[in-house]
């Protein structure tokens, strides 16, 4: 059975940096196509990251430059590493896992993850 626990969300100021963790059990993060998400309230979910089994990375142009993906296969979790916040980006936070065989771009763009964890709140305070 799959498991996805995200943690490390939280409230911070604009311009602060939060790192969210996605504890994995059932999936070898470290050989899988991982992602993450996002949804703030009346919004639709949007991907915002997603990285490949051999680490390469895509990333939704509202956060390129400022989150960074990336895998521990030693702890098989994933993060997301959050700089330069912005009010924008609060929203719960989804990992997702396993892209079905789509390209990680693909995958982000629509959605196309067999997993997905139960998300962590962002809020980011102007």
């Known amino acids: 059975q799959v498991q996805l626990v995200e943690s490390g969300g939280g409230s911070v100021q604009t311009g602060g940096s939060l790192r969210l963790s996605c504890a994995a059990s059932?999936?070898?993060?470290?050989?899988?196509?991982m992602g993450w998400f996002r949804q703030a309230p009346g919004k639709e979910r949007e991907g915002v990251a997603s990285v490949t089994s051999n680490t390469n990375a895509v990333y939704a142009d509202s956060v390129k430059g400022r989150f960074t993906i990336s895998k521990d296969s030693a702890k098989n979790t994933l993060y997301l590493q959050m700089n330069s916040l912005k009010p924008d980006d609060s929203a719960m936070y989804y990992c997702a896992a396993d892209c079905r065989g789509y390209s990680a771009a693909n995958a982000m763009l629509k959605g196309l993850f067999t997993y997905w964890g139960q998300g962590t709140q962002v809020t980011v305070s102007s």
């Open positions: 059932g999936v070898t993060v470290s050989t899988r196509c």
